[in-house]
Antibody
Framework: EVQLVQSGAEVKKPGESLRISCRGS????????INWVRQMPGKGLEWMGR????????NYSPSFQGHVTISTDKSITTAYLQWTGLRASDTAIYYC???????????WGQGTLVTVSS | DIQLTQSPSFLSASVGDRVTITCRAS??????LAWYQQQPGKAPKLLIY???TLQSGVPSRFSGSGSGTEFTLTISSLQPEDFATYYC?????????FGQGTKLEIK
């Protein structure tokens, strides 16, 4: 069974660093991309970027480039989304999703709620 | 960036109704479009990819059509579990972009 299991909810202060994770199982981890998607409270979906776990090649949305880093550790079939200076506006649910090279994602993680508040 | 505009943003309908949601792209995207359904508090679920291909396990009452700049998602006979928010997603060029969403509510 294909599964993407994300790390638990986080509460952080502005300026702090954070890394959330997404562990894939039940499929060949390096055969599919991992996409990250943001959903701010009560709002729609925003594509942040994606990574190819086979070679760590990434694409970022300009809206997020420079503020987040997407990485992967294929030895433990896990992808990461990282911030070095959180802002209150980063408060959102973050989803990872298994993606095809053609772009669409079929299996999604359960989401990680990140709350940034002083 | 390619902009996707969904219409309507809100839709009120009854069980058994046929509904259509439209997604218009600001430039041609061939058939690089997917449709997702999101229930409250849940992750999105893939319904349609490549504009018209039904994802495995998705009921046949869902269908997609279109290419270029105009696309539609049709639900032929609404079921209670279909009341949710629907998003289109373009995969033609980076950055990938979602439509603003269509919330389908029970009349």
């Amino acid at each position: 069974e294909v599964q993407l299991v994300q790390s638990g909810a986080e509460v952080k202060k502005p300026g702090e660093s954070l890394r959330i994770s997404c562990r894939g199982s039940g499929y060949s981890f390096t055969s599919y991309w991992i996409n990250w998607v943001r959903q701010m409270p009560g709002k729609g979906l925003e594509w942040m970027g994606r990574i190819d776990p086979s070679d760590a090649y990434t694409n970022y949305s300009p809206s997020f480039q420079g503020h987040v880093t997407i990485s992967t550790d294929k030895s433990i079939t896990t992808a990461y989304l990282q911030w070095t200076g959180l802002r209150a506006s980063d408060t959102a649910i973050y989803y990872c999703a298994r993606g095809y090279s053609s772009g669409w994602s079929d299996f999604w993680g359960q989401g990680t709620l990140v709350t940034v508040s002083s | 960036d390619i902009q996707l505009t969904q219409s309507p943003s809100f839709l009120s309908a009854s069980v058994g109704d046929r509904v259509t949601i439209t997604c218009r792209a600001s430039q041609g995207i061939s058939s690089y479009l997917a449709w997702y359904q999101q229930q409250p508090g849940k992750a999105p679920k893939l319904l349609i990819y490549a504009a018209s291909t039904l994802q495995s396990g998705v009921p046949s009452r869902f269908s997609g059509s279109g290419s270029g700049t105009e696309f539609t998602l049709t639900i032929s006979s609404l079921q209670p579990e279909d009341f949710a928010t629907y998003y289109c997603l373009q995969l033609n060029s980076y950055p990938y972009t979602f439509g603003q969403g269509t919330k389908l509510e029970i009349k």
